[in-house]
């Protein structure tokens, strides 16, 4: 079936370094992935989105790369702060699909 | 600008009782889209209304429900609840006409537990 997955479900890094966090999907027919981040008692928040005629998009401090050949998403984080410390969720939408798809989230530990 | 208000922010009930959860999406945001979050099974769609129509539905049993009313504001209803059923409920918006091709705006989320 339909499902996005994430590589590793735990982070730890240091403050100020970088942090990739990574994701999979498996619909080749995706063509719409976003991500967000989740912090305690709050709901996901949206971080950023990149469509399929892309294969990298920057925010404030966030990048996100696409590379459709292996399916394969990726959240990068400059300058990691403590405050960047939540579970992190990539989803995936187009397609086929009627509903955007969560993978299970990644938890960010920020060391300072 | 308001973000999408959800309540109650807990709520707890016993077995076999019905629940109904409250989302107000964000103004102007016509989309609102249900999720249930659980630690193991992640955010799994419920339910999506635009313009009071049903659009999408996720695999769920019947006793989940939901509307849309003409102010955009969204109900979801629980019925016969059981244990498993606890879990955060998020609703979210968006601007357009939903589906997958938009991003979601989430609220807090209402904390059921059952008991």
């Known amino acids: 079936g339909e499902s996005v997955g994430l590589h590793l479900p735990t982070l730890s890094v240091q403050e100020g370094d970088n942090s990739i966090i990574n994701c999979a999907y498996s619909n080749s027919a995706s063509d719409y992935f976003i991500w967000y981040k989740q912090e305690s008692g709050k709901g996901p928040q949206f971080i950023i989105d990149?469509?399929?005629?892309?294969d990298k998009r920057q925010g404030q401090r966030v990048t996100v790369l696409l590379n459709k050949t292996v399916k394969h998403l990726s959240l990068q984080i400059a300058a990691t702060q403590p405050g960047d410390s939540a579970v992190y969720f990539c989803?995936?939408?187009?397609?086929?699909?009627?509903?955007?798809?969560f993978g299970k989230g990644t938890k960010l530990s920020v060391k300072p | 600008k308001a973000g999408v208000t959800q309540t109650p922010r807990y709520l707890i009930k016993t077995r076999g009782q019905q629940v109904t959860l409250s989302c107000s999406p964000i103004s102007g945001h016509r989309s609102v889209s249900w999720y249930q979050q659980t630690p193991g099974q992640g955010l799994q769609f419920l339910f999506e209304y635009f313009s009071e129509t049903q659009r999408n539905k996720g695999n769920f049993p019947g006793r989940f429900s939901g509307r849309q009313f003409s102010n955009s504001r969204s109900e979801m209803n629980v019925s016969t609840l059981e244990l498993g059923d606890s879990a955060l409920y998020l609703c979210a918006s968006s601007l357009g006409q939903g589906g997958s091709n938009e991003k979601l705006f989430f609220g807090s989320g209402t904390q059921l537990s059952v008991l």
């Open positions: 990149i469509r399929s005629n892309m």
């Open positions: 989803a995936e939408g187009g397609g086929s699909q009627g509903n955007l798809i």
